[in-house]
């Protein structure tokens, strides 16, 4: 069993930043991808980041050149750093993994980003 806990959300003004952070624990062989995705209030859960293990990345459009995620392999983390930071990136952030050879997926609880105009 994989378990994923975020940490670092929260209610910031626009134009600020933030990062959140997701470690991952228990029983981890290899972790392949990492990502973040969003669910905003009224709408479906979507992807905003994803890295592999090797570092690739891929980025919604809508956060392009905002958003960076980041993994640190050794201590099973990813994070993402959002800069200029806009209301409509408001929504509640999940971390998702997607471990071991069979590729099980594993999500997080989320967090809280609310951003304020």
């Known amino acids: 069993q994989v378990h994923l806990v975020e940490t670092g959300g929260g209610l910031v003004q626009a134009g600020g930043s933030l990062k959140l952070s997701c470690a991952a624990s228990?029983?981890?062989?290899?972790?392949?991808?990492m990502a973040w995705y969003r669910r905003a209030p009224g709408k479906q859960r979507e992807l905003v980041a994803r890295?592999?293990?090797?570092?690739?990345?891929n980025y919604a459009d809508s956060v392009k050149g905002r958003f960076t995620i980041t993994r640190d392999n050794a201590k099973n983390t990813v994070l993402l750093q959002m800069n200029s930071l806009k209301p409509e990136d408001t929504a509640v952030y999940y971390c998702?993994?997607?471990?071991?050879?069979?590729?099980?997926?594993?999500w997080g609880p989320g967090t809280q980003v609310t951003v304020s105009s």
């Open positions: 228990g029983t981890i062989v290899s972790i392949n991808d």
């Open positions: 890295i592999t293990r090797g570092g690739g990345t």
């Open positions: 998702n993994a997607d471990v071991g050879v069979y590729r099980l997926d594993y």
